[in-house]
């Protein structure tokens, strides 16, 4: 028989399994998303130069990850300082 608190940490493990799988999930499947806009697209595929277009998309991409991370980082450490405080 499963007590309360057995109950608790086995629905504790299930949400953060989910979270990393979301998390991977949402990692793998943003790396083929195409963040160019319509103007920069044109101008570039005019070229034929494929290899441009590519690394400007590259580099859309990253430069518009970078604040999602500090956000995300962010958010992190307000939430450990929340549950340091809660325990003490």
């Known amino acids: 028989m499963q ?7 086995q629905k ?3 949400s953060r399994y ?7 999930f949402s990692f793998f499947f943003s790396l083929t998303a195409s963040a160019q806009c319509a103007m920069c697209r044109a101008s570039l595929e005019s070229n ?3 290899k441009q277009a590519e ?3 590259d580099g ?3 430069l518009m990850a970078l604040p999602y991370i500090l956000v995300g980082l962010l958010g992190f ?3 450990k300082m929340y549950n340091n405080r809660k325990k003490v």
Not at 3 to 9: A, G, L, P, R, V
Not at 18 to 24: A, D, M, W, Y
Request: net charge positive; no cysteine; glycine share 6%.
């Open 3 to 9: 007590t309360k608190s057995n109950i608790k940490s």
């Open 12 to 14: 504790s493990k299930d």
């Open 18 to 24: 989910k979270g990393i799988l979301f998390f991977l």
């Open 48 to 50: 034929g130069d494929t």
């Open 55 to 57: 690394a400007v998309n």
């Open 60 to 62: 859309i991409v990253y």
């Open 77 to 79: 450490i307000i939430y």
